[in-house]
């Protein structure tokens, strides 16, 4: 399920200067998120990037991980913490995927994946391998665009994007088939609290059964 890191370190500084794009629904995502975390939990950001959310969570848990491919992201990541004063966080570089070996299976409480399912090659591997990380009862979280919900022509958009090397490969899917791979991935209680974010995107939390 890997891609190529290239376009992401290319454009990592330019990706941590932006604001996030929408503050208010990023607040009531991690207010969701915060809800299912203890002092005592252990919580892996997948696609970490820039390490915006690993840095908000990392004071609500014991340690927070965060993974990406890029090294350019992860550099700046670690730059963020160090300037933050974040002992709890560890940044790993590496794609999410059977390769990825820091945590042992079972180990992780609340595991979040916020706009890389889009881009992931094989969306069921990274789910399954999200869950088996995942503790028994613990939380999986995914926010992700949801493209095959907008009228706007996406699909020739990105591939001509992708062309001038200004876009990633992305995977075009709707909401309702983003729930069912969640299901289909073994996770159960999927919910989809409204956080105010754009029609296109979805946020979804779910569990792996306890
Ligand atoms: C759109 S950015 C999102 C960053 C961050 N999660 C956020 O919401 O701001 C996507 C990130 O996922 C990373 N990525 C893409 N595919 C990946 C994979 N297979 N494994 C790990 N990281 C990946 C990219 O390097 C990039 O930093």
Redesign the pocket.
């Known amino acids: ?3 190529d ?1 290239a ?3 290319r454009i ?1 500084e330019k ?1 941590a200067r932006q604001p ?1 794009a929408d503050p208010a629904a990023f607040d009531r995502k991690i207010a969701a998120m915060v809800a299912h975390l203890r002092p005592d939990s252990v919580v892996l ?9 690993a840095l908000r969570l990392a004071p609500i848990a014991a340690h927070v991980h965060g ?4 090294p350019e ?1 992860i550099r700046i990541a670690r730059g963020k913490a160090a300037a933050a004063g974040a002992p709890s966080v560890t940044f790993h570089v ?4 059977d390769s ?1 070996t820091a945590l042992p299976d079972g180990s992780v409480d609340l595991l ?5 399912l889009h ?3 094989d969306r069921a591997a ?1 789910l399954a391998r999200a869950v088996r990380l995942l503790k028994p009862g613990g939380v999986f979280v995914t ?1 992700t665009a949801c493209l095959g919900e907008s009228w706007i022509p996406y699909g020739p958009l990105i591939t001509v994007m992708g062309w001038l090397g200004k876009a ?1 490969d992305v995977t075009i899917f709707t909401k309702a088939t983003l729930a069912d791979d969640l299901r289909r991935a073994g996770l159960v209680d999927v919910q989809a609290p409204d956080v105010g974010a754009k029609p296109e995107i979805a946020f979804f939390l779910a569990k792996r059964p306890g």
């Open positions: 399920m890997s891609t890191p376009f992401w370190d990592a990706y996030v950001d997948v696609g970490c990037g820039t390490g915006s959310l993974l990406d491919l890029s992201m590496g794609p999410f995927d990825f979040s994946a916020c706009s890389l881009l992931v090659d990274a926010s990633p």
